[in-house]
């Protein structure tokens, strides 16, 4: 009777001792083993998020979720997430509680990212929170729109350039074979025509050298050249020669005019006469002075143009015979 009391006394106390270490266990993976301190953050979406979901700090386990609370404000709804810490642990107050998952099979958890501000938080604040982002949901909605994107976009777009590759190959199918024909008949007109064109080329450029551009041509040129020159010196002595007759003339016709004022009573008729015939002289002068000097200037400008192209002697179009022309 005695040995089945010691047995039972060592069974329950094997259990109870299994018991404690079950319970520090869990306590330890909760990371509930001590006092701790209460904070909170508030997310717009709580997917995956629970009760005993872990709290770490820069990925070190410090605490869990206790609780998770939705708050209403009018039409949109937040939720509250109440967590606990290790009592004493300090945390930043420009640190962000931030919903993420470590890994692509791993649960949910709050990491904290520490800040550098050298104020603490106090036990039951708010810290900053970064709502969670469901990578799945995220993945389909691309989907989606890669979807309508596919169906809206890129198959009409494969389409028309179907269409245009198909009207591309029919134009081609139908008018290259035109185009060689035109090149080949191109190709044997040239062919023909290029050694009857390069000889009337050198024909002609053999007509050119023997004709106005040979060696006696050019001295012919040279000497028409020269004798205009002479001419325009000539035409300028005589425009000079020509003014001084103007001069003798006015001279003239200012004596007679005093002779005229000396004698107005027997010479006046005579005078008038005179002078009418001085006029006359006079105004032709001037006439035959303009005259002279245009046309000293036309045979300076005719030799000019000789000099830079002799080939107007040749090439120059006769002008048409103004006499006839007149007294027809």
């Known amino acids: 009777m005695q040995d089945s009391r010691i047995n039972y006394v060592v069974v329950g106390s094997f259990v109870a001792a299994v018991l404690a270490i079950f319970i520090f266990v869990?306590?330890?993976?909760?990371?509930?083993?001590?006092?701790?301190?209460?904070?909170?953050?508030?997310y717009d979406n709580v997917g995956g998020l629970k009760f005993g979901t872990q709290v770490l700090y820069e990925g070190y386990q410090i605490g869990q979720?206790?609780?998770?609370?939705?708050?209403?404000?009018?039409?949109?709804?937040?939720f509250r997430v109440n967590f606990?810490?290790?009592?004493?642990?300090?945390?930043?107050?420009?640190?962000?509680?931030?919903?993420?998952?470590?890994?692509?099979?791993?649960a949910m958890t709050i990491d904290i990212e520490g800040g550098s501000s050298p104020t603490t938080l106090k036990p039951g604040a708010q810290l900053k929170g970064a709502s969670p982002s469901n990578m799945f949901a995220a993945l389909s909605q691309i989907g989606a729109q890669f979807g309508e994107l596919s169906s809206g976009s890129i198959k009409p777009l494969f389409d028309t350039l179907t269409a245009y590759v198909k009207n591309i190959d029919?134009?081609?199918?139908?008018?290259?074979?035109?185009?060689?024909?035109?090149?080949?008949?191109?190709?044997?007109?040239?062919?023909?025509?290029?050694?009857?064109i390069t000889g009337s080329i050198k024909r002609n450029s053999q007509a050119i050298e023997k004709g106005p551009l040979s060696p006696e041509s050019l001295e012919r040129i040279d000497g028409i050249i020269?004798?205009?020159?002479?001419?325009?010196?000539?035409?300028?002595?005589?425009?000079?020669?020509?003014?001084?007759?103007?001069?003798?003339?006015?001279?003239s016709m200012t004596s007679v005019n005093k002779l005229v004022d000396d004698n107005a009573g027997?010479?006046?008729?005579?005078?008038?006469?005179?002078?009418y015939t001085l006029d006359t002289i006079s105004r032709y002068v001037d006439d035959i002075s303009q005259n002279t000097e245009?046309?000293?200037?036309?045979?300076?400008?005719?030799s000019r143009a000789i000099r830079e192209n002799p080939g107007l002697l040749v090439s120059g179009s006769p002008q048409s015979d103004q006499s006839k022309s007149k007294s027809k």
């Open 26 to 42: 869990v306590s330890m993976l909760a990371g509930r083993s001590g006092a701790t301190d209460s904070y909170y953050t508030v």
């Open 65 to 78: 979720v206790e609780s998770i609370d939705p708050v209403f404000k009018g039409q949109s709804v937040t």
């Open 84 to 106: 606990t810490v290790q009592e004493g642990w300090k945390i930043p107050d420009d640190s962000i509680a931030r919903a993420s998952v470590s890994g692509l099979l791993s």
């Open 170 to 196: 029919k134009i081609t199918a139908e008018n290259v074979p035109v185009l060689l024909t035109n090149l080949s008949k191109i190709s044997q007109d040239m062919a023909r025509d290029v050694p009857e």
């Open 226 to 251: 020269a004798n205009l020159d002479k001419t325009t010196a000539n035409l300028a002595a005589f425009s000079g020669d020509l003014d001084q007759v103007r001069a003798m003339l006015v001279k």
């Open 266 to 275: 027997n010479i006046d008729e005579s005078a008038r006469s005179l002078r």
């Open 294 to 302: 245009v046309t000293t200037r036309n045979l300076a400008e005719f």
